[in-house]
């Protein structure tokens, strides 16, 4: 099996485990708890396979390849359902505490609306001279790096604050917060080696992003259960529970009950 046909294997495979997932979620009854998850798994379906057989019809718009032209003017839409859903994993992270989940709201609003506005300014300021679509891809490569680097600072903040305060969500919750979690750390990691190592790293980034992007959907859409969506129960320590938990507890009920004064 040549690499070609290796890659296309793995690709279509996500598209396969995707929908399998998305399936779950429906005959679980669990697409109205999670609809971002939902929606996303659905949307990346249809647009993977879109974008697969422009890619193997090799379609020209305007002279142009269609496939570059569909990614370039999708991958926006695919940022925004990346940012819902972390979002989403920080509503369940924090289900108890609503003051803060208001908080949260307001935070990503404020950076969907500060993305936004950057990558407006780096379009303005650059008068991409030359091939138009050459330039706008490597544009939006910059970008789609960009973000999922800020995604994985998010995830991160989010591990601590939920290991900080002793956290206890569900299995499914946590499932998708690992899964996509690592996702993101491998693709923001193999983004920078490309970025280092230049174009010879290209086939192996493309080849290992996929992978491992196909490896997190399969463990979603296996694992995925009715039985997740129990909250397993604290355990702490007498010196635990004494020395740390408690403290932080009170804290953090504070934090949300001022939260909740200020936001209503």
Known sequence: MGGATFLDAIFISTL???TVWAVRLWKLSLARRYPILFLYLWFSSLLGAIAYGLLVSRLEILGQSGYMM???GTRPLVWALLFLLVFEVYSFVLEDYRGLRRLGRL?????VTGVAFLIGLLAYLDNFEGASLNRWHKFWLIVDRDIYLAIVAVVFLLMMFKKLFGLKIPKNVQLVFTSFGLYFAGVAVFAILRAYLGPSFNTASNVG??????????LG???FSRMGEAKPARKFSASQYLA???GASQQLESLNQRLVEVLS
């Open 221 to 223: 859409a296996t694992m």
């Open 70 to 72: 569909f990614w370039v």
């Open 107 to 111: 935070v990503l609003y404020g950076a």
């Open 209 to 218: 992003s996929i992978l491992l992007y196909a490896l997190c959907l399969a």
């Open 244 to 246: 740390t938990a408690r």
């Open 16 to 18: 396969v485990l995707q």
